[in-house]
Every structure is written in structure tokens, then in C-alpha cells.
């Protein structure tokens, strides 16, 4: 089993800058993709951004240029930086990692941490 712990949400200018993390614990053998959705209001949660345990990172198109993912491997930690922030990019920002465990691979959630975008 895995449980995360998000943290970094909360109210921002636009163009300004906010920083996530998401730290992962708990029983498992291995953690390999790593990423960060989100869901705004009324809307459907969508990707942001992922990671592979390579470090090879992936965005959709409205974040490239601004956001950066990051993860800490020894530390079974994953970050998102966000720069030039929009109040589009107001949202519930929830961390995923990809586990194996006992109970074999499986994707899991964090909580969610908010992220409000407004002069």
C-alpha cells in the first residue's frame, strides 16, 4: 500500500510562481511513472505532466514552457514548479504515482492540494 502526502498549494498571482510536492510512503518494491493531474471545477481531471523513473519528463501543451516536473527517487518524491501561472491553471492539483506492492502494480492517488490563480 502507498500513501501520499502533497503539498505546496495556494493562492497566487497571475504570472507568479507556485511549487507542488508530493512525497510517497508506505510498503511497496518499486515506484516507476510518476505524475501530476489536475481537475478544475466543473471540468474532468486531466493530466499535467508526468515522469518516468528514467527522468524523462512529459506536459501537455498548456503547461509547456512553465511547468517543470522533477522527482527524487531516493526520496520517492515528485515535484511540479510552476512559473507564469494563469487563472486557467486554477485547479485541485493531485499527485499519481505507479507502485508495485504486495498487491501488485497499481496507480495511486494523493489527496490533492488547491491551487487558485487570481489577482
Known amino acids: 500500500q502507498v500513501q501520499l502526502v502533497e503539498s505546496g498549494g495556494g493562492l497566487v498571482q497571475p504570472g507568479g510562481s507556485l511549487g507542488l510536492s508530493c512525497a510517497a510512503s508506505?510498503?511497496?518494491?518499486?515506484?516507476?511513472?510518476m505524475a501530476w493531474y489536475r481537475q478544475a471545477p466543473g471540468k474532468e481531471r486531466e493530466l499535467v505532466a508526468s515522469i518516468t523513473r528514467g527522468n524523462t519528463p512529459n506536459y501537455v501543451d498548456g503547461v509547456k514552457g512553465r511547468f517543470t516536473i522533477s522527482r527524487d527517487n531516493t526520496k520517492n518524491m515528485v515535484f511540479l514548479q510552476m512559473n507564469s501561472l494563469k487563472p486557467e491553471d486554477t485547479a485541485v492539483y493531485y499527485c499519481?504515482?505507479?507502485?508495485?506492492?504486495?498487491?501488485?502494480?497499481?496507480?495511486?492517488w494523493g489527496q490533492g492540494t488547491r491551487v487558485t490563480v487570481s489577482s
Open positions: 508506505g510498503i511497496f518494491v518499486a515506484i516507476s511513472d
Open positions: 499519481n504515482v505507479r507502485a508495485a506492492s504486495g498487491l501488485g502494480v497499481r496507480n495511486y
